[in-house]
């Protein structure tokens, strides 16, 4: 490994609510705690979502806004990485914060089952969200959830829909996408070595799946997410 | 290979129209027509779809029987599977046809991005889906456009919602799913060895990968669909 590991945290994901667990951080000063806490033990990216009053996933740009500013005021030279896919179906109100210029932002260029629903990403959208990226100079982290979503990137990247070296995350372990595997990631790897030879990747495992993935990906020089 | 080559038909699907070539047999007397053609010539599958007055795709079961029914005299013996795939977003009423019991019938259980829109195919469908075809003895052949959908079809297995052996078809080639990759087949093959050892598979390529898919898949042992 030339480069060092870069460690990102995610503090509040779009699922998990306050009556899942009372300490999930849900307001912007709790999510500014949290992840001032993350970044003071190592953590170099936060990769956030926001909440409404009622604690449901939302775009809202006001609310980007705010956290962003948290961060850079307690964790500063953090990386901020917006989610844009906490909300399957919203359209473009998913890319609604991308002006606010995070340093990166998620983007899904595929769709696949999740739990319950259809994670939903129609190719224009994927388009849309990757050409306002490149309008305000966001670094996507490619989120795959599943094989072709690895060769859908590199193809973007190909034809100037997405700009080099690509960041890749390998998620793995949502129930009804892919599973969290020690041979598939070698799979995803080895793919993504063949189609985008310069690009980078990290590997997230959902839930008990976290510390495993997290192992495999360190073993092979990949980053991590916790 | 120790069995015969399973060669299938897939006579109209369910995007191109008359507009697109007037050869496409939209009428459920042309598809008997033109099925039969290919059954002397050596098909034994015929997979299909059926259409509307209008010529748009449809579920509608009364259409399904009539094709059945047609097939049954004119093409003795060959196997009839109907697509329970080409309406994406219609729920249900996409296996309104299971009850006529024809041999097989197409599952998807997964979902995927098509050129231009989300081939949904939500977890309480597919599972609804499954267990009809379980209750009308009808074999599923599953339609695979990305590599979890492999792995999610041999835990459907494992669990008691498919049958074994699977029969499991790798779709390659439809833009913005997987692409048409001879590495990627051989990816697809040791998937499918690794988590459910007895299933039998094929492979189709969409368009003009047609024949190349079919000789990969002709030279691993696999089953074709023109
Ligand atoms: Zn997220
Ligand atoms: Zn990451
Ligand atoms: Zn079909
Ligand atoms: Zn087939």
Redesign the interface.
Known sequence: MTNPCIIAVAITGSVPTKADNPAVPVTVAEQVESTQAAFEAGASIAHCHVRDDAGAPTSDPDRFARLKEGLEKHCPGMIIQFSTGGRSGAGRARGGMLPLRPDMASLSV????F??????????L?DWLAAEMIAHEVMPEIEA????HV??AARMAEDGRLKRPLYVQFVMGVK????A?E??LD?YIE?LN?FAPDALWCAAGIGPNQIRVNEWAIARGGHTRT
Chains 1, 2 share one sequence.
């Open positions: 595929g769709s696949n089952n739990p319950t629903r259809v994670y939903e990403n129609p190719p224009d994927v959830f599943d094989l072709s060769i859908q009804n996408a892919m599973i595997d041979r598939i799979i793919t063949r």
